[in-house]
């Protein structure tokens, strides 16, 4: 079965004034299939919006792309043209669960209006703004509220049920539960869960690990720019854990945990280090660093304990 | 956006480069009288005619240009400061402060714009001070409710409470994190004022209350040119007329493309 | 000691998102105030700095009663408070380097100018420190924000879900360098903030929003009348 997301080699620069170059995404591959949810973790500024935004077309006019990510093992998404994006991608192919949802709508207008919108523009058809809703789990009788007359739990929903209009096989959620209350990012993960249980693919971009841990089949850690691991959920939460120092720390630094944080910071994108890009901060690192560590499909690291058969 | 800017600067350039150097590099006497060469249409010795005294209308369009920008500017920039101070005032210190200052903008603005132009123009002798100061009386209310907003809005900010801890003076957040703010705003508004104010300028010569009757003012001379207009001869109306169009476009052009620079829905060129 | 007797606030006096809440701390204490967004937490963190007069109720700060707010506080009362605010991007004047966002309260008290054992603190290089606001990540603005409400040695640090935007690192080595500071000079803490785990982990002791205020409830009134 071919994945329904194929993601090859994809490599993003950005070309600064002055001649910088800005290395946002390196050499990332992965595959994505229907009815699983992928979750790619990270610090802020370690190229996962950019991944997104090139997954989106929605790349600005200063960035080059190379590699591939093919869409149902046919479209180029990093290759295609402004205008079959715009009129067969998004919306249809690939729904967009925003980072803001309460930015995301339009002040001035209804949840209905957005829908009947929405739901004219994808699907050509009238009314039923109250099934694309509830399939939301967005309440009835909300449907004639402003978006500033919402919480942020119920704006959530609105953006979800607008995402989901189009019945695209694709989920792409960007930071979905940034700034929500630990209560509504669990009810956000678990309605983002049913609908990978009904069959969408899910591809979550967050820096919350409880959200990751709570839905994700498998877990992309990036780190400046690259994968530097690749794993299955539950042995990457639970046990044996992370295989890359990385993932290590990063999970070490939560509150339930030792609470301790990684040493340093990454380093910037336009001044990458020769060789491994975690090695300053690493405890484990060696000489060997000096050269970047292939990733191998699960890790890229020199020091990566075996995979154990847990 | 970069060929309109482009256009827009070129022609502010030529403009002021004309009003700058023409007449230093021509020095000819924009008020010579030929009385035998009246309301001639223009030829190779006067490009855009004559008025009805003979004088060249070229030399009197380029000296008018000189005058009209020199009072556009510098009522522009006399609003502009006026308005800043008069809204600064307002929107640091909030309040009852803001509220009292507000209602006396609120009672000029009810005085029928020209009405308080003219009624300031003919306290003085005629003059270009008396018109510069008339428009700058009557153009300050937009920049101090701009600026005023703009503070207010401002102050609500989480990097204004942290200089508040941080025991920043109220004079030190406003000049420091507010002021820089808005200044932005204000030069921007300040240059959509300068068109305005050449216009402003130009209705008060036509009506005869502007600038003194000989001298050169793009708005005197389309007044002047009123009566011939209807005789046939269109060319004293026509070349003031487009003196006035076209600095007004440019400055207008140039201030559209510096309010697309400021908008800040502009898409940054990275988002990491 | 911080005391907060019987406040009420709101940016509405009809409709105060704060309703008669008192919570004391005890001088060097860690309190964390647990709660749901938009229920008040933050309206009353910026009360207790004084950064927000209330309608009623007194804010006694180590044994001196509160007379004024914000610009009308004494400024040693006022700089007494450290704050760090959720979103570091509205917390930044826009047009200051980081070199100048931390040296600002230094400068605006005509206190030596020096920052460079801050800056080793929260961990920003001087490559970093030369930049503005646009050009660095959350989390490094954050430190540069949590550098500045330390730069005058507040006795109080006041958090206000400090760590919501960052991830699990950013987050542990920002809490790591409170409690360094707090270590060091006896301070107290009031973190806002959302997450149970990380309050109890953090503070001395967590206050939960809904024992402290019985009567007011979440009204989604206090985070969006500040223009969130």
């Known amino acids: ?310 | 956006m970069g060929d309109r800017l482009r256009l827009s600067a070129a022609l502010v350039a030529v403009v002021v480069l004309t009003a700058l150097v023409a007449p230093v590099a021509w020095p000819l006497d924009e008020q010579a009288v030929d009385l035998a060469a009246k309301l001639r249409p223009p030829s190779w010795a006067h490009p855009f005619g004559t008025d009805e005294v003979g004088r060249d209308l070229l030399l009197r369009c380029v000296h008018g240009l000189r005058v009209s920008l020199l009072v556009g500017v510098v009522a522009a920039l006399a609003a502009t400061v006026v308005g800043t101070a008069v809204g600064t005032l307002a929107g640091a210190l909030g309040g009852w402060a803001d509220r009292v200052v507000m209602r006396l903008v609120d009672l000029f603005s009810s005085v029928p714009h020209l009405l308080l132009g003219i009624f300031v123009v003919a306290m003085f002798r005629p003059g270009v001070w008396p018109v510069v100061a008339s428009v700058a009386v009557t153009h300050w209310l937009s920049t101090a409710r701009i600026v005023r907003a703009e503070l207010l809005s401002l102050r609500t900010r989480p990097y204004v409470d942290a200089a508040i801890s941080g025991g920043a003076s109220r004079w030190r957040v406003t000049v420091r994190h507010l002021l820089p703010a808005v200044l932005p705003r204000a030069g921007l508004a300040a240059v959509l004022m300068v068109p305005h104010a050449i216009w402003h300028e130009s209705a008060l010569s036509f009506l005869g209350l502007g600038l003194p009757a000989h001298t050169a003012s793009l708005g005197s001379m389309a007044q002047a040119a009123r009566g011939t207009l209807l005789a046939g001869q269109w060319w004293p109306t026509l070349f003031p007329g487009l003196f006035i169009i076209v600095p007004t476009l440019a400055v207008a052009g140039l201030a559209g493309a510096w309010r697309e620079r400021l908008d800040p829905r502009r898409r940054s060129e990275l988002a990491l | 000691m911080l005391e907060l007797r019987g406040i009420t606030a709101g940016y509405d006096r009809r409709a105060p998102v704060v309703r008669d809440v008192s919570l004391t701390l005890a001088a060097g204490e860690s309190v964390g105030l647990l709660g749901p967004s938009g229920c008040g937490k933050s309206t009353l963190a910026r009360v207790a700095a004084l950064l927000h007069r209330p309608d009623a109720g007194t804010v006694v700060v180590d044994g001196t009663e509160a007379r004024g707010w914000r610009h009308r506080a004494p400024r040693a009362q006022r700089t007494a408070f450290g704050v760090v605010f959720q979103q570091p991007r509205l917390s930044a004047d826009p047009r200051l380097r980081l070199r100048d966002l931390i040296a600002e309260p230094l400068r605006a008290t005509g206190a030596p100018d020096g920052i460079g054992e801050l800056a080793t603190a929260v961990g920003l290089s001087d490559d970093l420190l030369a930049r503005r606001p646009h050009q660095v990540s959350d989390g490094q603005l954050q430190r540069a924000c949590l550098a500045r409400a330390l730069a005058l040695r507040p006795r109080w640090l006041v958090c206000d879900e400090m760590t919501a935007m960052l991830d699990a690192s950013t987050t542990a080595a920002l809490v790591s360098v409170v409690e360094d500071y707090r270590r060091e000079n006896g301070a107290g803490l009031l973190a806002v903030g959302h997450d149970p785990v990380l309050l109890g982990r953090w503070c001395d002791r967590v206050v939960r929003w809904t024992d402290l205020a019985p009567g007011s409830g979440p009204t989604g009134g206090g985070q969006a009348g500040r223009g969130m």
């Open chain 1, 1 to 310: 079965m071919t994945p329904l997301l194929d993601v090859r080699g994809l490599t993003v620069r950005f070309r600064m004034p002055g001649g910088r170059e800005v290395a946002a995404v390196t050499d990332v591959s992965f595959e994505l299939r229907e009815g699983e949810c992928l979750a790619l973790i990270g610090e802020s500024g370690c190229g996962k919006s950019v991944l997104a935004s090139a997954l989106l077309g929605l790349l600005p006019g200063n960035a080059v792309a190379s590699g591939r990510a093919l869409l149902g093992g046919g479209l180029d998404l990093t290759a295609a043209d402004e205008r079959v994006l715009a009129r067969t991608v998004r919306g249809r192919r690939v729904g967009l669960v925003p980072q803001s949802p309460s930015a995301h709508l339009t002040p001035v207008r209804t949840v209905r209006s957005h829908l009947r919108e929405t739901l004219r523009e994808l699907t050509g058809r009238r009314g039923g703004e109250e099934a694309a809703a509830a399939r939301a789990s967005f309440p009835a009788d909300h449907l004639d509220r402003y978006p500033h007359q919402l919480s942020g739990g119920l704006a959530q929903r609105a953006a979800t049920a607008l995402a989901l209009v189009g019945d695209a096989p694709l989920l792409l959620a960007d930071e979905p539960t940034t700034g929500l209350d630990r209560e509504l990012v669990e009810r956000t993960a678990d309605e983002l869960r049913r609908h990978v249980d009904a069959g969408h693919a899910l591809l979550m971009i967050t820096h919350d690990l409880a959200a990751a841990e709570r839905i994700a089949d498998r877990v992309a850690v990036m780190y400046a720019g690259r994968i530097v691991e690749l794993a299955d959920a539950a042995r990457f939460f639970g046990s044996p854990g992370p295989r890359h120092p990385y993932a290590r720390g990063l999970l070490d630094a939560l509150p339930e945990r030792s609470f301790t944080p990684i040493p340093g910071m990454p380093p910037e994108l336009d001044a990458l280090p020769p060789g491994c890009a975690f090695a300053a901060r690493c405890p484990s690192a060696t000489d060997a660093c000096a050269a970047v560590p292939a990733f191998d499909g699960t890790v890229a690291c020199h020091h990566a304990p075996e995979a154990s058969r847990a």
